[in-house]
């Protein structure tokens, strides 16, 4: 049973996919439930994965191999490891609150559902993969459900940043005026979305295949290639960067960042969950999987450009959240500034720094899904994001308020919360190399907190609207669940980060020691500082 | 001079037997138009399918048992390439004709010699397969063209199918002129019309010009930039069960000649056609591609989308290697599934909408949830899309192609498949997205529903699960595995 958990994992929500399928459209009680229960039995494997994770043993657990196709050299080859399986747990979460958050979805459920747990299944698949076919494999199939789930149960987005006077004068549409063409209809976040990632993918996809050809080994197996594959210098670079901005562009860091908040601003409250929540996390997942561990002298040579590039992420990220009016918006932005935390720390390369960004990934999926679930509540009730608008909502909705303030807590990186934990471990561990990026890092939570801030006042302080009055809060087991989940695994977490600890370091420390082993230039002194 | 020994034995007959069976089996259902009265065009259409069905089963019972040969001097091989892209010439007739039944009721006239015509086609469609001298490339081209010219040009009242027929015709003709002039260029510089004799010939200007001409001639019917001018008009033209077709049968027979010429006869001569393929591949590709962005009706779409996929096809050609072949065959097999199964699904919408614009997909989810996801799972696949038949099947291509350390051309076709996904995807946004004007459901019929479930199918299981299809491709193409190196040089190419 154990050693099958990962293929439960995966095949549960493939399955529930296919089990709607035949379930007829009126049912609609029973396409949801189905959608839950696979969406359970994943969570509950997942659950058990991550607790049952050996860190004494480290490397890939619960593997199972099959041969796919002996002529391409690929098999369907799972495992998970410290970084793998933390994440195919949030996946599984986040599933399984989206699925309760989305509940009220009538248009067309059923075909909602079946995307949303293709989605969700493909990306676990990607955590999981130890070929790199399958890797990219589950990675495009992650694209595609992502352009229909915005585009049809998608919203049009209302400006992105109406910046005004105070005469109520327009100064300028957008910040992002260059890249986004002011358009701002879900059909063009949409199509940008999928446009831009399938561009990463095939980027990446050319690497790929030159770690196949040019290892001489004509295998994906991602474990032969970490141990026997050797590349020229010229060769070794070309494939870094090909890997590193391909999926990059998915992470999404700075430059290529800008399909990424017009898509969670469109996308339904789920699907943004999803999105910010784990599909980002795809890009640093890959990075790590890929160049981090094939490519070890690249990564020592070249990670400095992630360092250098989180600054733009943290600092316009951070800046466009502040100034924007749409909730979804400002959250958006948001998480691509603190992908920038991320990025920083894998960039440091060192034990403690690593750790942190691995953290991170997953404290960041529970914060920002949480804001994002919540901004879908208020969307739903008031059918408004536009900031200025709303105001004095937690007179209606307290349960949503309180929940939305731990989510902004958990954001900032409050002590108690998971993001604290994984905040601290970037900023201690990246200090020595990179003590620039680590101040640029701090100004960045002032901003989170500053926005937050901002944010938290203007939709639930201040005078209710009388338009508002009808709204309700999230009453029943159903709305509130996905919440207290979400809030309960941040702070448990948080509280006792023990076993996560170690579950993130039995596996991000060999791979440091590979990647500086190769030129060895950052002593590493960090050892010791959590308990 | 060449001695034809035309005195068969039983064991030879039973190499020609699919063809032999088919042939007989088409002249009976002629004569039961004919003669019976009561007989529907329905029932042909069953019987036609029945006897392509019995085809179908002896091609795989060859198969099975390795009945291979040659025949009349080498001009006729059954091989187990020539097997496998007869059975994806059969297949696809099938496919067809099950689209085709209920298409045929709008037919004013000539019902049941409709289906005469496509089984004739596909009989010198399986000729061409096992075509391995050049005079056989040319009669067995023409002899399946000629059914093509009467089935485009079908729906005589209709103007645009009128003209579809006109122009497939004239280009038809002067592409067969083009091939009778490459092959008598090639006859005079190498003394001899079969393809495994040509292996060791000396290169010259007459016989590079030669196979250029007789490239060309297939170029067309592969519709391969920059022989492609006839295909949109064509498609658009012709009735959708035709361009279903006409968009793959003969696609797939002109392959195996051009594989068989190729790797076969003008292996020592690689560096020169790898550099024709890699040529015709890009221009196909980026041209099919950007054009297909700006089409309004679903059949044009497809029918540059189709120019595109010949162009990610000859990045096999590109590779001139065994697994370059083997990828063809599979991708063959993948655009199968995908292509005909588009075709279906615009059959179905069209018989009720009476429309192929693709303004008139609009919600057509809502208003047939099941053409709309198979129409998704169709468009994806050949957008290349996992875990869908056709990603498996252009990985498959970039990796031959890799491994022939073919960058620009991977780049290029990787370049592509993000374009591709744009108008793919803009037909998704109408059927996804858009909300339909007219919401009254669209109901399909059984024939069809047989072809939309029989693509599904093949799209999901050659994509989850292709390692046996895979296996099959790479034992047929056993006889590529020892492609001849380059030794010959041509004049042209400085330093061979």
């Known amino acids: 049973m154990g050693e099958y958990s990962l293929l439960i994992i995966l095949f549960a929500p493939f399955l529930g996919a296919i089990a709607l399928i035949f379930i007829p459209r009126q049912e609609e009680l029973m396409v949801r439930m189905t959608a839950a229960i696979s969406a359970g039995i994943s969570l509950l494997a997942s659950f058990y994965i991550f607790f049952a994770y050996d860190p004494a043993k480290g490397g890939f657990q619960f593997v199972q191999r099959f041969a796919w196709s002996e002529e391409l050299g690929i098999a369907f080859y799972v495992g998970v490891d410290g970084i793998g399986g933390p994440l195919v747990f949030a996946s599984a979460i986040l599933l399984f609150a989206g699925i309760f958050v989305s509940w009220h979805i009538k248009d067309r459920t059923k075909e909602f559902y079946i995307f949303l747990l293709i989605l969700a299944a493909a990306t676990i698949g990607v955590f999981m993969s130890l070929d790199l076919f399958f890797l990219y494999f589950f990675y495009e199939m992650s694209v595609l459900p992502m352009y229909l789930l915005l585009g049809v149960w998608g919203s049009h987005t209302k400006g992105y940043l109406s910046m005004t006077d105070p005469e109520g004068l327009k100064l300028r549409d957008s910040v992002d005026f260059i890249f986004n063409f002011g358009s701002n209809s879900k059909e063009y976040a949409a199509m940008k979305l999928t446009l831009f990632l399938s561009a990463g993918a095939v980027m990446a996809l050319m690497g790929i295949l030159l770690i196949y050809h040019m290892s001489g080994l004509h295998t994906f197996d991602i474990l032969v290639l ?27 860091i700075w430059p290529l960042h800008s399909w990424s908040p017009v898509g969670h601003a469109a996308a339904p409250a789920a699907t943004s969950m999803l999105h910010a929540g784990v599909l980002m996390k795809l890009g640093h997942f890959s990075i790590i999987r890929v160049a981090f561990e094939i490519l070890p002298e690249a990564t020592h040579k070249w990670m400095w450009v992630a360092a250098v590039l989180c600054i733009g992420s943290i600092i316009y990220g951070g800046l466009v959240s502040y100034f924007a009016k749409d909730t979804k918006y400002v959250i958006g932005y948001s998480s691509s500034s603190h992908m920038g935390y991320i990025f920083l720390g894998m960039a440091a ?43 004095g909502l937690s007179e209606k909705m307290p349960f949503i308020a309180g929940a939305f303030i731990v989510g902004c807590m958990a954001s900032i990186g409050m002590p108690g919360t998971i993001n604290f934990v994984a905040e601290i471990m970037i900023i201690v561990g990246s200090w020595e190399k990179y003590p620039f990026q680590v101040l640029v890092a701090i100004l960045g939570i002032v901003l989170t907190m500053a926005y937050m801030f901002k944010m938290m006042r203007g939709l639930f302080y201040g005078k209710l609207d009388p338009e508002f009055a009808h709204t309700s809060d999230a009453k029943n087991w159903i709305d509130r669940m996905p919440l207290i989940l979400l ?31 190769v030129a060895p230039l950052v002593t590493q002194n960090t050892q010791g500082l959590l308990p | 001079m060449m001695q034809f020994n035309l005195s068969l034995s039983a064991a030879d007959l039973i190499l020609l037997l699919p063809e032999i069976f088919l042939t007989i089996w088409l002249c009976v259902i002629l004569a039961l138009d004919f003669s019976l009265k009561r007989i529907t065009h329905q029932q042909l259409g069953h019987l036609s399918i029945a006897g392509l069905a019995i085809t179908a089963i002896m091609l795989l019972v060859f198969d099975q048992n390795g009945t291979t040969g040659a025949l009349f001097k080498d001009m006729y091989v059954l091989d187990h390439m020539a097997i496998f892209f007869k059975i994806i010439i059969v297949g696809a007739t099938a496919l067809v004709l099950f689209m085709s039944i209920d298409y045929v009721q709008e037919f004013r006239f000539f019902k049941g010699e409709y289906y005469f015509m496509v089984l004739m086609s596909a009989i010198g469609m399986m000729f061409m397969a096992s075509s391995n001298d050049l005079l056989s490339v040319f009669v067995t081209l023409e002899f399946s063209t000629f059914g093509f010219y009467v089935l485009v040009a079908y729906l005589r009242d209709d103007q645009r199918s009128s003209e579809a027929g006109l122009k497939f015709f004239i280009l038809g003709v002067f592409a067969a002129g083009l091939l009778a002039y490459g092959i008598s260029l090639v006859y005079g510089e190498t003394g001899t019309l079969v393809f495994s004799e040509m292996a060791g010939a000396q290169g ?92 309004k009706n679903i059949k044009r779409l497809l029918a540059y989308s189709g120019i595109a996929q010949i162009g990610n096809i000859m990045i096999g050609l590109a590779a001139g290697t065994k697994q370059g072949g083997d990828a063809i065959m599979f991708y063959l097999l993948t655009y199968m599934f995908a292509n005909l199964g588009a075709f279906a699904v615009v059959i179905a919408v069209s018989q009720v909408i009476k429309s192929d614009e693709i303004e008139d997909y609009n919600g057509l989810n809502r208003r047939s949830p099941f053409l709309a996801a198979a129409m998704l799972l169709f468009l994806l696949s050949l957008a290349g899309v996992p875990p869908l038949a056709g990603f498996i099947g252009k990985i498959y291509l970039f990796i031959a192609a890799m491994n022939q350390e073919l960058y620009t051309l991977l780049i290029v076709g990787l370049i592509n498949i993000v374009i591709s996904m744009y108008y793919y995807l803009i037909v998704v946004k109408k059927m996804y997205i858009n909300e339909p004007t007219d919401t009254s459901p669209i109901p399909t019929s059984l024939p069809i529903k047989v072809a939309v479930y029989t693509g599904i199918a093949g799209t999901l299981l050659l994509g989850i699960y292709p390692g046996p299809f895979i296996d099959w491709a790479i034992d047929a193409t056993l006889m590529f595995s ?15």
């Open chain 2, 204 to 295: 010259s200007y007459g016989l590079a010009i030669g196979f250029i001409l007789i490239f060309a001639a297939l170029g067309f019917k592969i519709g391969a930039v920059p022989f492609h001018a006839w295909i949109p008009d064509t498609y658009q033209g012709a009735p959708t069960p035709v361009t279903a077709f006409l968009s793959l049968a003969p696609k797939a027979a002109a392959l195996a000649i051009l594989l068989r010429m190729f790797f076969v006869a003008l292996a020592s001569f690689k560096p020169m056609w790898v550099l024709l393929f890699v040529v015709a591949s890009i221009f196909s590709m980026t041209y099919g591609n950007i054009v297909a962005i700006a089409q």
């Open chain 1, 349 to 391: 390369l060192s034990y403690i720094s690593l750790s942190g960004a691995v953290i991170y990934m997953f404290a960041h999926a529970l914060a920002t899904s949480m804001l994002f679930a919540m901004a879908g509540w208020v969307y739903d009730q008031t059918h408004s994001r536009d900031i200025p608008s709303l105001g």
């Open chain 2, 482 to 496: 020892n492609i001849v190196g380059p030794t010959a040089s041509l004049p042209i190419l400085p330093g061979g």
């Open chain 1, 226 to 252: 970490r141990e026997q594959a050797k590349f020229t210098d010229t060769m070794s670079n070309i494939i870094w960067f090909l890997i590193f901005i391909g999926f990059a562009s998915i992470a999404p």
């Open chain 1, 487 to 517: 809030i309960a695994c941040s702070i448990i977490l948080g509280l006792f980060p023990g076993h996560f600890y170690d579950v993130v370091s039995s596996t991000v420390e060999p791979m440091i020691d590979r990647i500086n082993q």
